[in-house]
């Protein structure tokens, strides 16, 4: 079974960083591309960013230049780096892994985590 874990949410104040975590199991990771989603309340999911299995990256606009992600493969882990987190960064974020095809990219690839809630403070 693919389990896809989310440990490092968490409370912290506007222009603070926190570094997400999510270790896959139950795929073959260096092979699958991996995204990072979130939701705030009362919003729709949205993309924040994608890595493919060959490192290509994209970031949703709104996060260009304050969030990294990145893949280690020995780990089977993904992460994203976010520095100078704003209040509107509040909300669920999610892990998501799988192969890649262009339907996914914009959708959303075949496995989520259960998602880690990220806090932004005045």
């Known amino acids: 079974q693919v389990q896809l874990v989310e440990p490092g949410g968490g409370l912290v104040q506007a222009g603070w960083s926190l570094r997400l975590s999510c270790a896959a199991s139950?795929?073959?990771?260096?092979?699958?591309?991996m995204a990072w989603y979130r939701q705030a309340p009362g919003k729709l999911r949205e993309l924040v960013a994608t890595i493919t299995s060959g490192g290509s990256i994209n970031y949703e606009d709104s996060v260009k230049g304050r969030f990294t992600i990145s893949r280690d493969n020995g780990k089977n882990t993904v992460y994203l780096q976010m520095n100078s987190l704003k209040p509107e960064d509040t909300a669920v974020y999610y892990c998501?892994?799988?192969?890649?095809?262009?339907?996914?990219?914009?959708?959303?690839?075949?496995?989520w985590g259960k998602g880690t809630l990220v806090t932004v403070s005045s």
């Open positions: 139950g795929i073959i990771f260096s092979r699958n591309a």
């Open positions: 998501n892994a799988g192969p890649y095809s262009d339907y996914a990219a914009t959708h959303g690839f075949d496995y």
